[in-house]
């Protein structure tokens, strides 16, 4: 069975520390894809990736980074955390081919106190 | 900006039918995919629209008038299971980004 494994269900951090998020993906999908989940905003995007190395911004980078150094592996990074990135993180990732969509994570909840 | 539109909530009865309407406007568009999210899971793919007119999947159907910046997911005979969030998505353009709405909670009711 295809997965895209996100590193933690939940996560508790301090405001100002530095958060890693991790994903990795078992299906050689060149794409992959941050988001987050907020109540009545639906899902945004934070960050992708169509190849090892590349990345593109999406509409909220803002406060996010993000690495690929590996085509499996996509992180994401809070540089410094606030409670405004209080939320749900999706990570996804896709083939080259839109009819298949994408493959999502199961999330990972973050809080920031 | 883009925007997509959807209902926030929509209750039907077991058994019944169900359209979820979606309109957008995008500065680009590809397609129109459709996701459901059951609470406390992963979004799951449905259902790809690239081009007009009905696309059947099982008791699920998806919808796309790209003229009228306009789709829909068809649900029949609905079942308990189906109650979950539906997203509506469009593909802006080749580099295979989402741009997803803000969800639509089907409760179906026995």
């Known amino acids: 069975d295809v997965k895209v494994t996100q590193s933690s269900r939940y996560l508790v951090k301090r405001t100002g520390e530095k958060v890693f998020l991790e994903c990795v993906q078992d299906m050689d999908h060149e794409n992959m894809f941050w988001y987050r989940q907020d109540p009545g905003l639906g899902l945004r995007l934070i960050y992708f990736?169509?190849?090892?190395?590349?990345?593109e911004k999406g509409d909220i980078p803002e406060g996010y980074s993000v690495s690929r150094e590996k085509k499996e592996r996509f992180s994401l990074i809070l540089e410094s955390a606030s409670t405004n990135q209080t939320s749900m993180y999706l990570c996804?990732?896709?083939?080259?081919?839109?009819?298949?969509?994408?493959?999502f994570g199961s999330g990972t909840r973050l809080t920031v106190v | 900006g883009q925007s997509l539109e959807q209902p926030s909530e929509v209750t039907a009865v077991e058994g019944a039918i169900v359209q979820i309407n979606c309109t957008y406007q995008t500065s680009g568009f590809y397609g129109l995919s459709w996701y459901q999210q059951h609470d406390g899971g992963a979004p799951t793919f449905l259902s790809y629209?690239?081009?007009?007119g009905l696309e059947e999947t099982g008791r699920f159907s998806s919808f796309l008038s790209r003229s009228d910046s306009y789709g829909y997911l068809l649900l029949q005979e609905l079942q308990m299971k189906d109650s979950a969030s539906y997203f509506c998505?469009?593909?802006?353009?080749?580099?295979?980004?989402?741009?997803f709405g803000s969800g639509t909670r089907l409760l179906v009711r026995p």
């Open positions: 629209n690239a081009l007009d």
């Open positions: 996804a990732s896709s083939p080259l081919s839109s009819d298949y969509g994408y493959t």
């Open positions: 990736s169509y190849d090892v190395k590349m990345k």
């Open positions: 998505a469009v593909l802006m353009d080749s580099s295979y980004k989402l741009i």
